[in-house]
């Protein structure tokens, strides 16, 4: 690989060479025999003023490009270098794309040469990065990154990632590379004569990598799949307390800043004490507990001792990775003995190495980003030891592939694939069943809980942490949801003949004849005539919601319409219609998988080409349509008054943009009945379970028998006496009396007096998403957005975690949030300065499920405000709270805007069941004036 690659960076006016944005500076970096052996480097007077944001990311001013040659000055000079040459960049689109547009205006030929993109590159060959930006992946393959945002330094990064990804392909496999030759057509890079000759090279070559194993073509990591046998030293739970927490123990010596929490030892003490007791408990460990290792140490002391499986299970991924990447690690160097821990997910997060070969074999004209997404996974396949999708960033649309891939498009696990001993799936199955302690998820473990087959090993005991999810989640398990376009996507995926889908490809191949049962001509029409009826059924359903919803358009957090429905409730004409068409459509599935049935059984009993697999997918499809017809009559069809159901419309979206959801009203039945009645000792675990120190909200919601209890109330180890202020204005606009214009105004000047103070690091929650968007506009408007950095969910591109990189990456950010952000998003330090509530975090009146529990309440004879809406608003603001102070050294400000905090009766419920902290009521004038000085 002895090419000449040139690398180049440009820092510009603007993202965009169309709309006159001019180069300013030009770095190139040249590479000859894998060593960099030239750099050129010049600014360029773009003949127009640098706009203030990129001087800020620069450092780039009017007065360095005042004496600068013009770009038609060094166009000749800068063509030149490229002769016979690849050409590279991160993003090669954006600078070839401004090179060309000058060579152009200046008269010259535009560059042709083959290109490449180390952004597309670093994505296929490091697929695990945590990030593609060039400032992440210096960080990530420790490449040192100077003044970054400077042309040369930038060309010089690039040129130094290249070397690393050149290094890389060539340590890629025979295999990998040869199915990377296949899809190098489809790649924005130009890889062809690279992987050829690699390809040439290692088919005479002898070596092999003793870490990998190839299958049916496919290169994929060997994996031990031994465990080490899990072995106790005899000792006391006391004593084996005393040698990891108290003076010259083992945690002393792990971690060098160790100073001891007496709150994580009687955690550790608690947890214990309800497995030996027998007993479930609720634990309320505050932040900087440390309670990941407080219920980690008993529970391994416990699964090993009495040689029981403990389950522990979380809400988010991103707790997952930590108990695995740094809990137990650091359990490792505390105590003396040996134990097994697995990590179990649902079927859709493995890959299907069976599925993803059929793919990979398929003669399919791919879009870019399946291309991307196969290369991905062809890499990742040499590194992963898993098969967990998580474990890699795919493009966008890349996850739409990849669930026809997952191991959840699998029908079932035929023992005689040849594929079945290396199922990730399977494996990860296997691990469970002899690990000691097993990690996963709120979802997987509710699945378990409410349905016939095993998903999860056999268990007695297991702690719920982040347990203040375990409702929500429980419900939705138990309950169903059903979309559009899910529906049409199932249908699309099945295909008519003549689309060239598995069917007709079946058709094709003569595979289905007369004697087959199956009639093309009855296929296309019930086809046709069930596409059309999805697509009546949802406009009809959104503009039966838009009907009876119009004189309140009120709009849930995510931006959408709800409607809460009940059979006897409903006008009889339109409602009998609509379940005139859903019993029709159902009609139609019931003739698709008839149908299906036919292929299935004529497959079965003749001898074709790839038969059993194609009977595999009629067996699949016929099961996903018949969970649509069940869910589909269990919404409109079947009267049912333990359950809530309800239909949300994108307020602006497409007229069949409809999504369908049902729950329990109460689930506290359910899980004391199958969960808390079946199992041993469950310990319940979360930051937020209390209210004014009394368990019994999240006790009754739960289904918990007080009798079978422990609780605790675990103090953090944090001064908040010291490192928060609580400052609530006394002059808001009353917001109850139509005053909301005036309350949002407040609100956006209250963020911009604030954002002085703290500059920016502002995290801004809001329980209302319309309210949310009128303030960014407002803000856009009035802020000085060449100083802060405004960024707003669901406004902003990005998901949570994106935004959240977006906020850390920008010294003076202002983040504004809704549901999502309230609780889970750890911003410690210097990053978050400022927690702004905007209002008190209750629930819509009219959402659905707390319109159907308030009913419910009501029937009882119990307040649905005391008994409901009030603990869950309390909650919610203590989870909002603990945004701000994620560490000792952390101080900051949590500005309330709802007086009602203070004024109300019921105000007091918030403000004691957070720890004590110092509160100041003023005027908004003079509670600014105290937070500059207090910071």
């Not at 100073?259 to 947890?271: D, I, P, Y």
Request: hydrophobic share 35%; proline share 4%.
């Amino acid at each position: 690989m002895n090419e000449k690659f040139v690398v180049v960076d440009l820092e510009t006016t603007g993202h965009s060479p169309v709309n006159s944005d001019k180069i300013i500076e030009v770095g190139i970096v040249i590479i000859e025999n894998n060593k960099i052996t030239g750099e050129f480097s010049t600014f360029l007077d773009p003949e127009k003023p640098i706009p203030p944001f990129i001087t800020n990311l620069t450092g780039i001013s009017d007065q360095d490009v005042k004496e600068s040659p013009r770009f038609h000055e060094k166009a000749s000079e800068i063509t030149a270098l490229f002769e016979n040459s690849y050409l590279v960049a991160h993003n090669v689109p954006f600078d070839m794309g401004f090179l060309n547009g000058e060579l152009t205006s200046a008269g010259h030929q535009k560059l042709t040469n083959p290109v490449m993109d180390t952004v597309e590159l670093a994505r296929i060959l490091y697929p695990q990065a945590p990030g593609f930006k060039l400032g992440q992946l210096a960080d990530y393959l420790n490449i040192r990154h100077e003044e970054p945002h400077r042309a040369i330094n930038d060309a010089h990064m690039t040129a130094k990632l290249l070397l690393k990804l050149l290094k890389r392909l060539r340590d890629l496999p025979y295999e990998t590379i040869t199915h990377l030759l296949n899809l190098e057509n489809g790649l924005k890079s130009d890889l062809y004569a690279l992987l050829s000759k690699q390809q040439q090279l290692l088919a005479f070559s002898s070596s092999s990598d003793e870490t990998i194993e190839t299958y049916r073509g496919i290169a994929i990591k060997k994996t031990n799949d031994e465990q080490p046998e899990s072995h106790y030293a005899e000792s006391s739970f006391g004593s084996y307390l005393d040698t990891i927490y108290e003076a010259g123990g083992t945690m002393e010596q792990a971690m060098p800043r160790y100073e001891k929490r007496a709150g994580q030892r009687e955690m550790s003490e608690t947890v214990f004490d309800a497995f030996r007791l027998g007993k479930h408990a609720l634990i309320e460990a505050e932040t900087g507990t440390g309670k990941s290792l407080a219920y980690l140490i008993p529970a391994i002391y416990e699964a090993v001792t009495m040689n029981k499986k403990i389950v522990i299970s979380t809400y988010t991924t991103q707790l997952q990775s930590q108990l695995l990447d740094e809990e137990v690690p650091l359990i490792n160097k505390l105590i003396a003995f040996g134990f097994n821990v697995a990590l179990m997910k649902g079927k859709q997060h493995y890959l299907s190495l069976e599925k993803f070969e059929r793919e990979l074999e398929a003669n399919q004209s791919d879009n870019y980003d399946l291309t991307l997404t196969k290369a991905m996974i062809l890499i990742w396949l040499t590194e992963t030891e898993t098969g967990d999708i998580d474990e890699i960033q795919l493009p966008s649309s890349g996850y739409i592939f990849y669930r026809q891939v997952s191991a959840d498009a699998e029908s079932g696990f035929d023992p005689y694939s040849p594929w079945f001993s290396r199922s990730f799936y399977q494996k990860a199955r296997q691990k469970a069943q002899k690990a000691d302690i097993l990690i996963t998820n709120h979802a997987l473990l509710c699945t378990d809980l409410f349905n016939d087959y095993q998903l999860l090993p056999a268990y007695d005991k297991a702690i719920i942490d982040e347990a203040h999810h375990l409702e929500e989640t429980a419900s939705k398990h138990y309950g169903l949801t059903l979309n559009y376009v899910y529906i049409q996507g199932v249908l699309n995926q099945i295909g008519s003949i003549d689309d060239g889908n598995w069917l007709d490809r079946l058709w094709k191949s003569s595979a289905l004849d007369d004697e087959s049962g199956f009639s093309k001509t009855e296929w296309e029409a019930t086809y046709e005539n069930a596409k059309n009826e999805i697509d009546d059924v949802f406009r009809m359903l959104f503009q039966y919601v838009v009907e009876q919803k119009k004189n309140s358009k009120t709009l849930s957090d995510i931006g959408r319409i709800q409607y809460r429905f009940e059979e006897t409730k409903e006008p009889s004409e339109p409602w009998g219609i609509i379940k005139e068409m859903v019993t029709r459509l159902t009609f139609y599935f019931r003739d698709l998988i008839h149908l299906l049935s036919s292929v299935k059984q004529h497959l079965a009993a003749n001898d074709f080409a790839d038969n059993a697999h194609y009977a595999e997918v009629s067996n699949d499809y016929m099961d996903t349509l018949q969970s649509i017809i069940d869910r589909l009559e269990q919404l409109f069809l079947v009267d049912d008054d333990n359950t809530v159901k309800w239909i949300e419309i994108e307020a602006y979206g497409a007229k069949n943009a409809v999504y369908l959801y049902s729950e329990p009203i109460d689930i506290s039945t359910l899980l004391a009945d199958n969960f808390f009645g079946k199992k041993e000792s469950i310990i319940l675990t979360s930051a937020t379970l209390s209210i004014r120190n009394s368990f019994s909200f999240s006790q009754q919601r739960l289904g918990l028998s007080p009798e079978q209890l422990i609780t605790a109330k675990i103090k953090s180890p944090f001064s908040y006496q010291d490192q928060v202020q609580l400052m609530v204005p006394n002059d808001f606009p009353d917001i109850r009396y139509g005053e909301q214009n005036d309350f949002i105004h407040s609100t956006c000047e209250a963020i911009i007096s604030l954002a002085h103070i703290t500059d920016g690091r502002m995290l801004v929650l809001f329980t209302s998403y319309d309210m949310l968007r009128r303030s960014y506009y407002l803000l856009k408007e009035t802020i000085d957005i060449n100083k802060y950095m405004l960024i707003a969910q669901g406004i902003s591109s990005g998901s949570r975690s994106r935004l959240k990189k977006n906020f850390q990456t920008f010294d003076q950010s202002i983040l504004l949030g809704t549901s999502s952000f309230w609780e889970g998003v750890d911003i410690p330090g210097d990053d978050l300065s400022c927690l702004m509530i905007v209002r008190l975090p209750f629930q819509p009146p009219n959402h659905p499920v707390y319109e159907a529990k308030s009913n419910e309440l009501k029937r009882e004879g119990k307040n649905a405000f005391f008994d409901l809406s009030l603990p869950n608003a309390v909650i919610r603001f203590k989870q909002g709270f603990g945004r701000l102070i994620r560490s000792a050294n952390d101080r900051g400000i949590v500005f309330v805007c709802d007086a009602r905090v203070i004024k109300a009766r019921y105000g007091k419920y918030f403000t004691e069941s957070i720890p004590s902290v110092p509160i100041t009521i003023d005027s908004t004038h003079a509670i600014m004036e105290k937070a500059e000085e207090w910071f």
